[in-house]
């Protein structure tokens, strides 16, 4: 009996501490949203995660962009089997999505409005504020649906390529500035977890 009261406790004060780390975990700050930090312009963006025109086969239409947040690329479809790809930072662990919405609206230097969830997640964060080289949204943002994420630029680059957002798409600033100009409110969007085989 004493064995199991043991084995009892043991597995208990194991959940307890599971609990306590990722309760933890979920209240560090996002080291992808640093709010008045001015975006390193000289930043090199590895390779992989810089603009290029690529093959890429698929039946959407051209002017159709394809997320796959698996690969951490975003693709404009052009004409001809090819895409533009830009490499995009995506949402962390638990904050992935997928889905086909269209973009809704368009954004210059928008200002930030982080909302009720990302607030109760992360209380340090600024309930508004305005546009501009420290804003987390970068030079443009591209609203997707009724949703509450974005396509938008950064003043993190160093984040693109990984898991880090808490469900939006960044890219660049000269990236999103350079998608913003290439597709009208109205586009066609798809979000892809995996690759499609």
Known sequence: ?????????????????????????????????????????????????????????????????????????LYLVQPGGRALRYGIGVGRDGFQWQGLVNITRKAEWPDWVPPPEMIERQPYLPRFMAGGPGN???????????????????????????KVSSGCFRLV???????????????KVIIRQKPEL
Not at 33 to 51: F, H, M, N, T, V
């Open 173 to 187: 600033n000269n990236d999103v500035a350079d998608l913003y100009d290439r597709v009208p409110v109205g586009t």
């Open 136 to 162: 987390p949204l970068g030079a443009r943002a591209m609203y997707l649906g009724t949703t509450v994420y974005r396509i938008h630029g950064t003043n993190r680059p160093d984040t693109i390529g990984t």
């Open 1 to 73: 009996m004493t064995r199991i009261r043991h084995l009892i406790c043991m597995a208990m004060a194991a959940a307890g501490l599971l609990l306590s780390t990722s309760v933890s975990f979920a209240q560090q700050p996002d080291r992808g949203d640093e709010p008045g930090l001015i975006a390193d312009d000289s930043y090199q963006l590895d390779p992989e995660w810089q603009k290029q025109m690529v093959y890429y086969r698929t039946t959407e239409p051209p002017g159709t962009i394809i997320i796959s947040t698996s690969e951490r690329h």
